[in-house]
């Protein structure tokens, strides 16, 4: 079965700390892998895409990274900032049908 | 340039009731999709648009309809309200459906079925 599963389910850290979170993935054939940065009450916003060949990405204080050999992606976050408080959403797209499985998500709250 | 647009914001909606729930975008974009998302689980896929006049089924279609007359809009509706249909709604948008196109998404629709 095609899956995306997120952990934490929720992490709270203070303000400029570091953190990580992970997605594991079951879906096959694999095309490319997405993470979303959604605030709440607002829709989500693609922080990076990867596809197969790409190992590290990174967009400003957020790096990822893909391992598609054990089905793996993490989602680093450097000097957290109150701003950094959302929900990460890991998404990934099927090559066979262009059909994006999504995760549910890791809720992230950066205290002061 | 407003990107992708929802209305309305909220709605609140009795059992057996319709609605349609709007989508602008303005980025030219040939594809369009309506989500939905519930607590603790990710976002599925409604219905979906390749372009103008076409729709397709997603995930869960069922008590759900769409229409896409014009390539900017792309209209969501339901016909007989459930309280199952309590969800957000998004709209999304993208140049493409293939590859690493990235979506983008609407602010979402809050609709509560009593």
């Known amino acids: 079965k095609n899956q995306v599963e997120q952990s934490p389910q929720s992490l709270i850290i203070l303000e400029g700390k570091n953190c990580t979170l992970q997605c594991n993935y079951t879906v096959s054939p694999f095309s490319n892998l997405r993470w979303y940065k959604q605030d709440t009450g607002r829709g989500p916003v693609s922080l990076t895409i990867?596809?197969?060949s790409e190992n590290t990405k990174s967009n400003g204080r957020y790096t990822a990274t893909l391992d598609a050999d054990t089905k793996q992606s993490s989602l680093h976050i450097t000097a957290s900032q109150l701003s950094d408080s959302a929900s990460y959403i890991c998404?990934?797209?099927?090559?066979?049908?262009?059909?994006?499985?999504w995760g549910a998500g890791t809720k992230l709250i950066i205290k002061p | 340039n407003a990107g992708v647009t929802q209305t309305p914001k909220f709605r609140v909606l009795k059992t057996g009731q319709s609605m349609t729930l709007l989508c602008a975008q303005d980025m030219n974009h040939e594809y369009m999709y309506w989500y939905r998302q519930d607590p603790g689980m990710g976002l599925r896929l409604i219905h979906y648009?390749?372009?103008?006049?076409?729709?397709a089924k997603g995930e869960v279609p069922d008590g759900y309809n769409v229409s896409r007359l014009k390539k900017q809009n792309f209209l969501l509706g339901l016909e007989s309200a459930a309280p199952s249909q309590t969800s957000v709604y998004f709209c999304?948008?993208?140049?493409?459906?293939?590859?690493?196109?990235?979506?983008?998404f609407g602010p979402g629709t809050r609709l509560t079925v009593t």
């Open positions: 999304a948008s993208s140049r493409s459906g293939t590859d690493v196109y990235e979506q983008y």
């Open positions: 990867m596809t197969f």
């Open positions: 648009s390749v372009g103008e006049g076409t729709t």
């Open positions: 998404v990934v797209r099927r090559a066979s049908n262009y059909q994006l499985i």
